[in-house]
């Protein structure tokens, strides 16, 4: 991370995390928050990342905490006729047949809707998406809205793991498929996707993802389209010309829709993206994190349109799914009682990486976190000479070369961020992995 060996400090997250560093020869303390889980190139993995909020003393009424949901307990109505009743009580065990346990399109458990006319059980939030497109799905809770027999019946002959054979038959194995933490835009273009353009029933209905417009089945592994690029020092986002070329391994962009230059040239190799539809401000804000001089570098684009957007972050995807494939068969100083301050952490793949402020460009510093078969592990808890009262739900990052320390303020965060790590640290180092380990070793 590039911090003085003799230097320690704290800070206060705006998801309620206490966060801790310190750091000497032997340990090294990096700060940690409440994980949000984005949608990112890496098949297993997510990017894990949170606003830190530092000042001299933590502000009350923190943004973004949302109570658990209740569950909705239904009692037969007085109105209800007795087939009304039987019918909501067999839909009701439908929910127990196995596939129909979690929700068809995200995966959230006990789902509480269904789609009649599609016959999967679906949650909430998805059964929401599901009425924009109204003309192929009718939803309805399996609770509280009355049941025909026939519709009963076409649930029964269908459920989720049916409805998934059929619509996701064809899904290629770079496109993502998003689940009940990531944004909304990405749900709802899967949902369009599966059931309202059939894209993954055959191949003729497969969507060009390395294809732009007017290029579309005519050159493989090229994209070509206009984005809404923020400005790296004034903060405005002004129209850019990228192209997605697999044959040159890079994504580029011009600053002029007639440049013949590009601005900048991100290689595949080292290409990720994510939505941050929080952070950039729009629903449809990607960001684009790439390699530059031995340090990460981030753009931030966005489109009007939501399949456009989300049709770039699979064409990226594609790119990388196909380069992988050939190409491998800190801190400030400051002491512990100085005030607190406001810092970003994203832990995007194996990279943990620090910004000053969330939407700048380049990381302050970045920790590698390779497998535990390398000798990297999470242990909850701290040293012996750290715990205190004030540090009950600590994390220990165990490195080759030192250790990193958390400290969360609830149980709950600990968990999160321990389950975020373990799923990096477990699995296996690729060739690539091993690439950008030695990149960080060598880094000055």
């Known amino acids: 991370m590039g911090v003085s060996s003799r ?19 032997e340990s090294g303390l990096l700060t940690a928050a409440c994980g949000l889980h984005h949608a990112s190139l890496s098949g297993n993995s997510a990017v894990t990342e949170q606003f830190l909020k530092v000042a001299s003393a933590p502000r009350a009424g923190v943004r973004g905490f949302r109570p658990p949901r209740r569950r909705i307990r239904a009692e037969p109505s007085a109105t209800m006729t007795s087939d009304q009743v039987v ?28 789609s009649y006319t599609l016959g999967v059980f679906v949650c909430q939030s998805c059964s929401g998406l599901h009425r924009n497109i109204a003309r192929i799905s009718k939803v309805k809770s399996i609770l509280l809205d009355p049941w025909s027999s026939s519709e009963v019946e076409f649930m029964d002959s269908v459920g989720n793991d049916a409805s998934k054979a059929k619509y996701e038959r064809l899904v290629p194995a770079f496109y993502y498929r998003p689940s009940h933490t990531d ?35 005519l050159r493989t592994g090229y994209r070509e389209g206009f984005l809404w690029k923020r400005g790296r020092d004034n903060g405005q986002y002004l129209s850019r010309r990228f192209i997605l070329s697999e044959r040159e391994g890079v994504l580029k962009y011009f600053n002029k829709h007639d ?33 530059k001089d ?10 009007e349109e939501g399949k456009e957007i989300v049709d770039w972050f699979n064409a990226i995807r594609a790119a990388r799914f196909h380069y992988l494939q050939v190409a491998f068969p800190v801190a400030a100083v400051s002491e512990q009682t100085e005030g607190f301050k406001k810092r970003w952490f994203t832990l995007d793949d194996r990279r943990l990486m620090y910004f000053k402020d969330l939407l700048d460009a380049y990381a302050r510093g970045e920790v590698f976190i390779g497998s535990k078969e390398s000798g990297y592990t999470a242990l909850p808890g701290l040293p012996p000479n750290i ?10 990052i165990v490195t080759p070369d030192r250790n990193f ?22 699995r296996p180092m690729l060739p690539q992995d091993y690439a950008v380990e030695a990149f960080f070793k060598h880094k000055p």
């Open 87 to 114: 019918n909501r009580q067999r839909v009701k065990r439908l929910v127990e047949k196995p596939g129909n346990g979690t929700c068809a399109d995200c995966g959230a458990a006990d789902p509480e809707w269904a």
């Open 7 to 25: 230097t320690s400090c704290s800070v206060m997250t705006a998801g309620g995390v206490t966060v801790t560093r310190h750091a000497n020869a």
């Open 405 to 426: 320390l958390f400290a969360c303020e609830t149980e709950q965060d600990q968990k999160h961020w321990i389950t975020a790590f373990e799923t990096v640290i477990n």
């Open 387 to 396: 715990q205190s009262s004030h540090w009950q739900f600590g994390i220990t």
């Open 183 to 217: 944004c909304t835009l990405l749900r709802d273009q899967w949902i369009r996707a599966k059931y309202e353009r059939e894209e993954f029933t055959s191949v003729e209905r497969q969507e060009p993802y390395s294809a732009g417009e007017g290029h579309v089945h």
């Open 259 to 291: 440049a013949r230059e590009p601005k900048a040239m991100m290689k595949i190799g080292s290409l990720n993206a994510t939505f941050q539809p929080s952070k950039i401000g729009t629903p449809h804000g990607l960001q684009i994190t790439y390699l």
């Open 294 to 303: 031995n340090s990460t570098r981030n753009i931030f684009v966005y489109h």
